[in-house]
T-cell receptor, first 113, second 114 residues
Framework: AQTVTQSQPEMSVQEAETVTLSCTYD???????LFWYKQPPSRQMILVIR??????QNATENRFSVNFQKAAKSFSLKISDSQLGDAAMYFC??????????FGKGTRLSVIA | NAGVTQTPKFQVLKTGQSMTLQCAQD?????MYWYRQDPGMGLRLIYY???????DKGEVPNGYNVSRLNKREFSLRLESAAPSQTSVYFC?????????????FGSGTQLSVL
């Protein structure tokens, strides 16, 4: 089974600046995936970025990148050049074995113009 | 391509009433899930179905039942609604074992129990 901790209930960032959202997890699986999902006020769940645990290279998707520290079981999300549309709830989620996705409690990100 | 379709989008119930939330996916996914989302709690798994004909309890199954009617459809039933079941409910599906596996979510159902 997986557990997830997002220690920052709320964060804020100035437009065009960079912000990092933290996530730590625990899993007994040797092969697993890690996800960051975004939930804007529309309530839609949107996949932001995905990391395979066996890959050493950190995943990057445009302005979004991760810092994956496997030994520390840490999976932080960095948003560069923040935009007003980045304002949302962000959820970290590990997936491993045959168990369903487990979500953290989320971080609410505000973007200040 | 519709993806994951949930109905209804909004529902108000009185305590003790029953209702069924419907979910259907058209992506031929084996696995389907029901989550509930409460403020400050993230998404918590209620039930899931790894494949047609199987269902398993998640983290918060009490007060709910599910039916995997066929590969496309996975319904969630509240037999006797309670105010504690006021929440946003999400259905999701996935195809485990695929290299770029991820969850596909429905748009959610806002349920209020008075």
């Amino acid at each position: 089974a997986q557990t997830v901790t997002q220690s920052q209930p709320e964060m804020s960032v100035q437009e065009a600046e960079t912000v990092t959202l933290s996530c730590t997890y625990d899993t007994s699986e040797s092969d697993y995936y890690l996800f960051w999902y975004k939930q804007p006020p529309s309530r839609q769940m949107i996949l932001v970025i995905r990391q395979e645990a066996y890959k050493q290279q950190n995943a990057t998707e445009n302005r979004f990148s991760v810092n994956f520290q496997k030994a520390a079981k840490s999976f932080s999300l960095k948003i560069s050049d923040s935009q007003l549309g980045d304002a949302a709830m962000y959820f970290c989620a590990p997936l491993g074995g045959n168990t369903p996705l487990v979500f953290g409690k989320g971080t609410r990100l505000s973007v200040i113009a | 391509n519709a993806g994951v379709t949930q109905t209804p989008k909004f529902q108000v119930l009185k305590t003790g009433q029953s209702m069924t939330l419907q979910c259907a996916q058209d992506m031929n996914h084996n696995s389907m899930y029901w989550y509930r989302q409460d403020p400050g709690m993230g998404l918590r798994l209620i039930y899931y179905s790894a494949s047609e004909g199987t269902t398993d309890k998640g983290e918060v199954p009490n007060g709910y039942n599910v039916s995997r009617l066929n590969k496309r459809e996975f319904s969630l039933r509240l037999e006797s609604a309670a105010p504690s079941q006021t929440s946003v409910y999400f259905c999701a599906s996935s195809r485990p074992g695929v290299a770029n596996e991820k969850l596909f979510f429905g748009s959610g159902t806002q349920l209020s129990v008075l």
